[in-house]
């Protein structure tokens, strides 16, 4: 039919059709506009009237407005728009070929943003551009490259379960705008539940001892791992200029709850703080200035380091580098730290302290802390005297 306003209001719910007693009614019912292909208007069961477009091969249908808030003008003007665009991405399949992975991302960043809660979209943002750095034309990814990407963050099931959506989502995104013939997604199944794995005293002591022996730089960072208590990212992002003699300031915005975060370090932390090569701002810097086109700053190959540490382990059983903060906790409580000294130092901010008090307590607990770490450091020299 010709669509306009008067047509538009004299359409009836499809309940309705044929009269009060109609059977085989459909919950909604579209009318296509003779004089523009695709536009119609959509009538729900409700009464409700919304201005459609179906466009592309496989009837794409999108929504437009709802009648009457959107007039029947602008329907037609933004139907008209909407097809300029969709006409704009059926290019030619070489065209299509070219596109890259980046050029993509950002397409789909930029829709996200516009549709998104922020952290949403920044969680998208910082997981692309962390774990798939692919620098090819988005038509040329394999299924391999992405398994191999997941496959690195076996060690870390919460981790490889985030990138994978962030993936899936861009590429399911792509498919639906026609980047991509299909999302090209191999099946991966997560198993994320709650961690409790501490090392016992004999697996710290080998685990320090194999660090000795790894030294510079991923020994040294587990053992500085061990010492403070710290996420990994924490210290392998360490820069010159956030330490003093005895303490590490991290700036806001860097750690986890985007907190300053002051830990005091003990003396053989201090020591081998105190030896690292001066080569960088970063005590960690990565071995290459790119990987895969993107610049680095701090130690990466992860999954390479550990499988290597780990090759010349014995009598240790499997363990992440995030059991040694667990290991760390642990250790505290049995030295009879307070558990929210123990929160204080690991940088919590949803622990015993929190809430209306977390807002009334201020103390910094820094002398409770200084205390910790060097309890925690005179029980690891008995530990590692006991098998000198």
Not at 44 to 68: A, D, E
Not at 260 to 274: G, K, R, S, Y
């Amino acid at each position: 039919m010709r669509l306009t306003d008067l047509t538009i209001k004299s359409l009836k719910p499809p309940l309705q059709e044929g009269g009060k007693h109609a059977t085989n009614a459909t919950k909604q019912k579209t009318y296509f506009d003779d004089h523009m292909k695709g536009f119609g208007v959509r009538v729900s069961m409700g009464g409700s009237k919304t201005f459609v477009l179906m466009y592309g091969k496989r009837r794409n249908l999108k929504t437009l407005g709802r009648y009457p808030e959107m007039t029947l003008a602008e329907a037609r003007v933004e139907a008209k728009r909407a097809l300029g665009e969709v006409a704009g991405r059926e290019e030619s399949p070489s065209r299509l070929k070219s596109i890259s992975f980046a050029e993509v991302q950002t397409l789909f960043l930029k829709d996200t943003a516009t549709r998104t809660k922020a952290s949403t979209h920044a969680e998208y943002a910082r997981l692309l551009t962390k774990h798939f750095p692919f620098d090819m034309p988005i038509a040329d990814i394999q299924r391999r490259d992405i398994a191999e990407v997941i496959d690195d963050l076996r060690e870390r099931p919460s981790a490889a379960h985030h990138a994978f959506i962030a993936i899936r989502t861009l590429l399911n995104w792509a498919e639906q705008h026609g980047y991509v013939e299909h999302s090209n997604l191999p099946p991966f199944k997560f198993r994320v539940t709650s961690r409790s794995r501490f090392l016992n005293e004999t697996e710290l002591v080998a685990v320090w001892h194999r660090a000795i022996v790894v030294g510079y730089p991923y020994g040294t960072l587990v053992q500085l791992l061990i010492l403070t208590g710290q996420r990994r990212g924490e210290i392998a992002g360490l820069r010159r200029s956030w330490l003093s003699k005895d303490t590490i300031t991290y700036p806001q915005g860097f750690c986890k709850n985007k907190r300053e975060h002051v830990v005091p370090i003990n003396p053989m932390a201090q020591n081998i703080i105190a030896n690292i090569p001066k080569t960088s701002e970063f005590l960690f810097p990565a071995s290459r200035a790119h990987v895969r086109g993107v610049p680095t700053g701090i130690i990466n190959g992860w999954p390479k380091h550990k499988r290597n540490f780990d090759a010349g382990l014995e009598g240790v059983g499997p363990f992440t580098l995030h059991d040694l903060r667990r290991t760390f906790s642990s250790q505290l409580a049995s030295l009879g730290t307070p558990i929210h000294v123990t929160e204080k130092l690991l940088n919590h901010v949803s622990g015993t302290v929190s809430g209306v008090a977390a807002v009334y307590n201020r103390y910094s607990y820094a002398v409770e802390m200084r205390a910790a770490v060097e309890a925690f450091e005179t029980r690891l020299k008995a530990l590692l005297a006991k098998t000198a």
